[in-house]
C-alpha cells in the first residue's frame, strides 16, 4: 500500500508500484491538468511538484511517490490566483494551452529558488520544457513580470 | 444576394443551450454565385443548415457557437468576438460553445489558414442582423420610428425620450421580428468597432493556466477501457501472427483485438495492427510491450532514406514537365556571362504536436459517438463512418481543445481506431497514442529535392532562372498513385516565383511515397521558400550586392501577377485574383519595413550574421530577417527574428502576433533541427531525443512582429506564412558569418566546423 499526498489530500494506492505517477494522477484521480508528452522525461508536459520540487510525473513510478507530497497545476492555488499563472494570463502567453501546466510548475518552482532568476537562469530552468507553438518568448517574459510582482509583494 | 442570416429553431441546438423564447439566429456561407432569395418557412427552418449560430437568452446572455476548431490560433475567440462586436453585445455576457461536426455549419476543416477569410463576413453580417433585430423590436415596443433607436453595448437606446432596453428584455420580441434582407442591414464602419483591430484574451485563457481546458487526450467518459495499438512498422505491412499471451499477463490487461490492416489508398483509414484492451493507459502500453507480432513488411521494406535521396536528386536535376515558363531558358543561358547551379535538399518531417493523437469513441446500436481532438469533425465523420459501414449522420463528434495540430489532426485514423475497437468489443474505447506513435506513424511533410540553375549578365542581373523539383505529393495518400505534385502544392512558391525575370521556368518530376505524406503548416511553402530564398541569396552574392536590395531589383515593378500563359491555371488559394491579387507592391512593402525596422544595414555594416526571406503565402505577405550568434563550436543561436507582415485587416492583433512568434520557433525547428528517416521503410525517429524540436535554448530569444496592413484589403491568412520565410533566413545568415552555403535541411546535420 502506497500512501501519499495529492494536492493536499491523502491518498492511497494499491496497484503496479512501477506506474508513473501520472497515470495515476490521469486515469485514476482524473487530474487531467498534468499532460502526457513524451513518457522519457524529454518535455515537460507532465512536470508537478514533489515535495515542493519540479518532477516529471511521466518518470516518478508510484513506488518513488511513497510518503510524498504531490501538488498539481489543479492544486497550484486557487481559481489560477498564483502570480505565475496571473502574469501567464496577462500578456497571454498560452496558444494551444497543452504544455501550459507543465511549463508554469516548472517556472512556480523556479521562483521559489531564485526569486530574480537571470535570462540565464530562465533559460536553464525552463529548457527542459518544450512548447511547440512556440510561446517561449512570452514565458520568458511572464517569468520575469511574476518575479517582480512577488518582489513587490515582499517589500 | 440572397440572406445568409436566418432565423432557426431551438431544437437545432445542443439540449439546454437556449431559454425558451431565445432569439436565436443563424448564418450560413452561401457562395456568390449560387445565391438567391430564400423563404423561411418553419419546415424549412428545421431543415435549414447553417453554419454559424448566435442566439439570445431573455437573460441577456449570448451563446455564439463556434465551428472551427481550437489548436491554438485563438480562432475560437476570435470569430465570435466579430459577431458580438457587430451585434453590439457585451463580450463580458458572451458564452462561446463549441460545434459537434456537421454539414450544416458548412466546413469545419480548420486548416489553411483560412477561417478568419472565409467567415469574417458571414460572422459580421449574423452579427450585425441580430443587431436590427433588436432594434427594431424596441421601436416597435416603443412605437417610435426606428431611425431614433440605436444599439449600444446590450442595450437599445431610444435618445430622445432617454429610454432604454436591454437586449435581454428585448430577445422575445425581436425573435418576432421578420428576418431583415441583408441588403437592409448595415454593417459597423471601422470607427465603430468595440472589439474588431482591438482584440479580446482567449475565451479559453484561463483554463490554460489552471489545467482546467479539456483536450483528446483527456476525455473521460464512464466505463471506458484504455487501447494501445502495435501497428506493422513499414507502410502497407500486414499482419501474419502473434502471440498475445504474455501481454495478457499484465495485470489491468483485459484482451487483444485485431484490427484489419488498411489498403491503398491509405486516405484517413485505420492502419491496423494488434489493440490491447486494459484498465488504464499504463496497463495498456506495458501489455503492448509483451506482444510477439509477425509481421509480412510489403514492398516499402526496401526504402532506405539515403537511396530515396539520392533518388530525388537525380531526378530533380534531370529534365522535366514543364509547369511554369516564360520566354526561353535555354537560349537565355547560352547569352549569360555567369551561370550558377544548386541542388538543394529537405527531409520528412513529422508534426509532434504536444498532444498525440487522442480520441474516445462509443458504439452503440449502429451509431458512434466520439470526443476527439480533431482540426475535421466532419472528417471524422466521414472516416469512421467508411470504418463502420453506418452514415456519416450517425457518428456524433464532439471537439476538444486541441493540443496543437499543425494539419496531423485533420487526419482522423486515430478516431477511426478507437470507433472500430469499440464495436468489436462493446465498450467505449480510448485511444491515446504514444509519442513513439506519433512520430512513426504520422502523415509526414514530404521531403523534396530542388535543382536551381541561374544565369547572370554582366551586371550580375538574372537573365534566365531554371528549376526542377521532385517531391512525393500528398495526392499519393488519397489516390495511392500521384507521383507529381498537384497545382495545389506548385502554387506554394514554386509556380508563382514572383521575380520579373525575362526568362523563367519551372519543372516537377515523379516521387513515390514510402509513407503516408500530409499537410503540415505551410506545406510545400516550406521547401520551396527555403530552396528560391536560397538561390536568390547565392545570386546576390555571385553578383557582389545587397542581398535585399538585388532581391528587390528582381522583384521588380509594383503589378499584380496573374501568371496567365505562364502557367495551367493559379488557383491563389482557392480565392480569385480580383479580391486578393498577388501585389508585388505589397510584398516590397514589407520587404522595405522589415529592412528598416531590423536595422539591417546597420548590422551588415558591423558584419552580424543577418540573412533575409520573403515570401507570399496564404495570400499573406511576410518578409523575415535572421540574426544569428553563432560559436567557434558551431552552436548556433537565433537572439532575434524581425518579421513584417501584411495579412490584410488584422481582427484580434495579439493572437496574430502571437501566430507569427510562433512560426518564428516552428520554422527555427524546421531550420535547425527536424529530420525524419527510413530504414528498411521504418522510421528510424521514436521521441523528441532523436526527433527535436525548439527548446527555449534553440528558439529566437525575440521575434518582432510589425503587423503593416493594406489599406482596403481583404484579410488573408495568420497561422502558417510565417514559417515558410524561416529556413531560407536562417540559412542565408549562416553564410552571410561563415561564407559556407549549405543546402540542405536540418542544419544540425550539417558541418559548420
Given at each position: 500500500m502506497i500512501q501519499l499526498k495529492v494536492n493536499g489530500a491523502a491518498r492511497q494506492y494499491d496497484d503496479d508500484p512501477e506506474m508513473p505517477l501520472l497515470w495515476y494522477l490521469r486515469d485514476e484521480l482524473q487530474l487531467t491538468g498534468s499532460k502526457f508528452g513524451c513518457g522519457m522525461g524529454l518535455c515537460g508536459a507532465c512536470t508537478v511538484h514533489i515535495n515542493?520540487?519540479?518532477?516529471?510525473?511521466?518518470?516518478?513510478?508510484?513506488?518513488?511517490?511513497?510518503?510524498?507530497?504531490?501538488?498539481?497545476?489543479?492544486?497550484?492555488?486557487?481559481?489560477?490566483?498564483?502570480?505565475?499563472?496571473?502574469?501567464?494570463?496577462?500578456?497571454?502567453?498560452?496558444?494551444?494551452?497543452?504544455?501550459?501546466?507543465?511549463?508554469?510548475?516548472?517556472?512556480?518552482?523556479?521562483?521559489?529558488?531564485?526569486?530574480?532568476?537571470?535570462?540565464?537562469?530562465?533559460?536553464?530552468?525552463?529548457?527542459?520544457?518544450?512548447?511547440?507553438?512556440?510561446?517561449?518568448?512570452?514565458?520568458?517574459?511572464?517569468?520575469?513580470?511574476?518575479?517582480?510582482?512577488?518582489?513587490?509583494?515582499?517589500? | 444576394m440572397s440572406n445568409r442570416v436566418q432565423l432557426a429553431s431551438r431544437r437545432d441546438f445542443l439540449t439546454g443551450m437556449f431559454s425558451a423564447g431565445a432569439l436565436i439566429l443563424g448564418a450560413r456561407f452561401i457562395p456568390a454565385e449560387t445565391a438567391e432569395v430564400q423563404v423561411t418557412s418553419e419546415t424549412e427552418k428545421a431543415t435549414w443548415h447553417p453554419n454559424v449560430w448566435v442566439g439570445l437568452n431573455s437573460d441577456g446572455s449570448v451563446v455564439i457557437v463556434a465551428h472551427r476548431s481550437e489548436m491554438g490560433t485563438g480562432i475560437r475567440t476570435s470569430l465570435p468576438m466579430v459577431l458580438a462586436d457587430e451585434m453590439e453585445a457585451d463580450w463580458s455576457r458572451v458564452r462561446v460553445e463549441q460545434a459537434i461536426g456537421s454539414e450544416k455549419y458548412g466546413s469545419q476543416d480548420t486548416d489553411g489558414s483560412c477561417s478568419i477569410r472565409d467567415f469574417y463576413d458571414t460572422m459580421r453580417e449574423a452579427g450585425a442582423t441580430a443587431r436590427a433585430m433588436l432594434v427594431n423590436a424596441a421601436a416597435e415596443h416603443w412605437r417610435v420610428p426606428l431611425d431614433e433607436c440605436q444599439a449600444q453595448n446590450h442595450q437599445v437606446l431610444h435618445a430622445k425620450s432617454g429610454r432604454k432596453l436591454g437586449y435581454g428584455e428585448l430577445a422575445a420580441a425581436a425573435a418576432n421580428q421578420p428576418l431583415p434582407h441583408n441588403s437592409t442591414i448595415h454593417l459597423k464602419k471601422t470607427s465603430e468597432f468595440r472589439y474588431i483591430g482591438k482584440g479580446v484574451p482567449s475565451v479559453d485563457l484561463k483554463d490554460f493556466c489552471t489545467g482546467r481546458a479539456v483536450y483528446g487526450f483527456d476525455v473521460h467518459v464512464p466505463g471506458m477501457v484504455y487501447a494501445s495499438v502495435e501497428r506493422a512498422p513499414v507502410l502497407g505491412g500486414a499482419l501474419r501472427s502473434f502471440d498475445d499471451s504474455q501481454a495478457k499477463a499484465v495485470k489491468g490487461v483485459q484482451q487483444t483485438v485485431v484490427i484489419e490492416h488498411a489498403k491503398p489508398p491509405y486516405k484517413f483509414q485505420a492502419l491496423?495492427?494488434?489493440?490491447?484492451?486494459?484498465?488504464?493507459?499504463?496497463?495498456?502500453?506495458?501489455?503492448?510491450?509483451?506482444?510477439?507480432?509477425?509481421?509480412?513488411?510489403?514492398?516499402?521494406?526496401?526504402?532506405?532514406?539515403?537511396?530515396?535521396?539520392?533518388?530525388?536528386?537525380?531526378?530533380?536535376?534531370?529534365?522535366?514537365?514543364?509547369?511554369?515558363?516564360?520566354?526561353?531558358?535555354?537560349?537565355?543561358?547560352?547569352?549569360?556571362?555567369?551561370?550558377?547551379?544548386?541542388?538543394?535538399?529537405?527531409?520528412?518531417?513529422?508534426?509532434?504536436?504536444?498532444?498525440?493523437?487522442?480520441?474516445?469513441?462509443v458504439y452503440r446500436d449502429g451509431k458512434v459517438e466520439t470526443w476527439a481532438a480533431t482540426q475535421s469533425p466532419q472528417d471524422v465523420q466521414k472516416t469512421v463512418a467508411e470504418a463502420l459501414g453506418i452514415k456519416p449522420e450517425d457518428v456524433t463528434c464532439h471537439?476538444?481543445?486541441?493540443?496543437?495540430?499543425?494539419?496531423?489532426?485533420?487526419?482522423?485514423?486515430?478516431?477511426?481506431?478507437?470507433?472500430?475497437?469499440?464495436?468489436?468489443?462493446?465498450?467505449?474505447?480510448?485511444?491515446?497514442?504514444?509519442?513513439?506513435?506519433?512520430?512513426?506513424?504520422?502523415?509526414?511533410?514530404?521531403?523534396?529535392?530542388?535543382?536551381?540553375?541561374?544565369?547572370?549578365?554582366?551586371?550580375?542581373?538574372?537573365?534566365?532562372?531554371?528549376?526542377?523539383?521532385?517531391?512525393?505529393p500528398i495526392g499519393s495518400t488519397f489516390d495511392g498513385k500521384s507521383e507529381y505534385g498537384d497545382d495545389g502544392e506548385l502554387e506554394m512558391g514554386w509556380t508563382d516565383v514572383p521575380f520579373a525575370i525575362p526568362n523563367f521556368q519551372a519543372e516537377n518530376?515523379?516521387?513515390?511515397?514510402?509513407?503516408?505524406?500530409?499537410?503540415?503548416?505551410?506545406?510545400?511553402?516550406?521547401?520551396?521558400?527555403?530552396?528560391?530564398?536560397?538561390?536568390?541569396?547565392?545570386?546576390?552574392?555571385?553578383?557582389?550586392?545587397?542581398?535585399?536590395?538585388?532581391?528587390?531589383?528582381?522583384?521588380?515593378?509594383?503589378?499584380?501577377?496573374?501568371?496567365?500563359?505562364?502557367?495551367?491555371?493559379?488557383?491563389?488559394?482557392?480565392?480569385?485574383l480580383t479580391e486578393y491579387p498577388f501585389d508585388t507592391a505589397r510584398l516590397r512593402r514589407v520587404v522595405e519595413i522589415v529592412a528598416d525596422r531590423s536595422g539591417w544595414a546597420n548590422k551588415r555594416t558591423n558584419k552580424r550574421a543577418v540573412g533575409?526571406?520573403?515570401?507570399?503565402?496564404?495570400?499573406?505577405?511576410?518578409?523575415?530577417?535572421?540574426?544569428?550568434?553563432?560559436?567557434?563550436?558551431?552552436?548556433?543561436?537565433?537572439?532575434?527574428?524581425?518579421?513584417?507582415?501584411?495579412?490584410?485587416?488584422?481582427?484580434?492583433?495579439?493572437?496574430?502576433?502571437?501566430?507569427?512568434?510562433?512560426?518564428?520557433?516552428?520554422?527555427?525547428?524546421?531550420?535547425?533541427?527536424?529530420?525524419?528517416?527510413?530504414?528498411?521503410?521504418?522510421?528510424?525517429?521514436?521521441?523528441?531525443?532523436?526527433?527535436?524540436v525548439a527548446r527555449m535554448n534553440d528558439a529566437p530569444v525575440e521575434t518582432h512582429v510589425y503587423l503593416v496592413p493594406t489599406e482596403d484589403a481583404l484579410p488573408t491568412g495568420a497561422g502558417e506564412p510565417g514559417v515558410p520565410p524561416m529556413s531560407p533566413a536562417i540559412y542565408n545568415a549562416v553564410f552571410a558569418s561563415t561564407g559556407k552555403r549549405f543546402r540542405e535541411l536540418p542544419l544540425r546535420k550539417q558541418k559548420l566546423v
Open positions: 515542493g520540487e519540479a518532477s516529471r510525473s511521466c518518470l516518478t513510478p508510484m513506488s518513488a511517490a511513497a510518503g510524498k507530497e504531490v501538488t498539481t497545476i489543479e492544486g497550484l492555488s486557487e481559481n489560477g490566483t498564483h502570480p505565475v499563472q496571473r502574469a501567464w494570463e496577462q500578456i497571454q502567453v498560452p496558444q494551444c494551452g497543452y504544455c501550459q501546466s507543465g511549463q508554469i510548475m516548472q517556472a512556480v518552482a523556479l521562483l521559489k529558488k531564485k526569486p530574480r532568476p537571470t535570462d540565464q537562469d530562465i533559460e536553464e530552468a525552463m529548457s527542459g520544457n518544450i512548447c511547440r507553438c512556440g510561446t517561449y518568448q512570452r514565458i520568458r517574459q511572464a517569468i520575469k513580470i511574476a518575479a517582480n510582482q512577488k518582489a513587490g509583494a515582499k517589500a | 491496423g495492427g494488434v489493440a490491447v484492451i486494459a484498465d488504464n493507459t499504463w496497463a495498456a502500453a506495458q501489455g503492448r510491450k509483451k506482444l510477439k507480432v509477425e509481421w509480412d513488411f510489403g514492398p516499402n521494406a526496401i526504402v532506405q532514406t539515403d537511396t530515396y535521396k539520392r533518388n530525388l536528386i537525380a531526378t530533380a536535376n534531370k529534365p522535366q514537365k514543364v509547369v511554369r515558363k516564360v520566354g526561353h531558358v535555354d537560349n537565355a543561358f547560352q547569352g549569360a556571362s555567369k551561370i550558377l547551379e544548386a541542388t538543394y535538399y529537405t527531409p520528412l518531417l513529422a508534426h509532434a504536436s504536444m498532444e498525440p493523437p487522442a480520441a474516445v469513441a471537439v476538444t481543445l486541441l493540443g496543437g495540430a499543425f494539419g496531423r489532426k485533420s487526419k482522423p485514423d486515430y478516431v477511426a481506431e478507437a470507433a472500430i475497437l469499440s464495436k468489436k468489443i462493446g465498450k467505449p474505447v480510448k485511444i491515446a497514442w504514444t509519442r513513439e506513435e506519433d512520430i512513426r506513424f504520422d502523415f509526414y511533410h514530404s521531403t523534396s529535392a530542388m535543382y536551381f540553375k541561374g544565369g547572370l549578365d554582366t551586371s550580375g542581373k538574372p537573365i534566365a532562372w531554371l528549376q526542377r523539383s521532385a517531391f512525393p518530376g515523379p516521387a513515390k511515397a514510402p509513407v503516408r505524406i500530409g499537410w503540415l503548416r505551410s506545406v510545400a511553402n516550406i521547401y520551396h521558400a527555403f530552396g528560391v530564398q536560397c538561390f536568390v541569396d547565392e545570386l546576390a552574392h555571385a553578383a557582389d550586392q545587397d542581398p535585399i536590395e538585388y532581391w528587390l531589383a528582381l522583384l521588380g515593378p509594383a503589378r499584380k501577377l496573374d501568371f496567365k500563359g505562364e502557367v495551367e491555371k493559379f488557383g491563389n488559394y482557392g480565392k480569385p533575409f526571406a520573403a515570401h507570399r503565402s496564404f495570400l499573406t505577405y511576410v518578409a523575415a530577417v535572421a540574426e544569428l550568434d553563432i560559436g567557434s563550436d558551431g552552436k548556433v543561436r537565433i537572439p532575434r527574428i524581425d518579421m513584417a507582415v501584411d495579412c490584410g485587416p488584422v481582427i484580434n492583433p495579439d493572437r496574430v502576433k502571437a501566430q507569427f512568434e510562433g512560426a518564428a520557433v516552428f520554422g527555427a525547428s524546421v531550420a535547425l533541427l527536424g529530420d525524419i528517416n527510413l530504414a528498411d521503410g521504418r522510421v528510424q525517429e521514436g521521441n523528441f531525443d532523436k526527433y527535436p
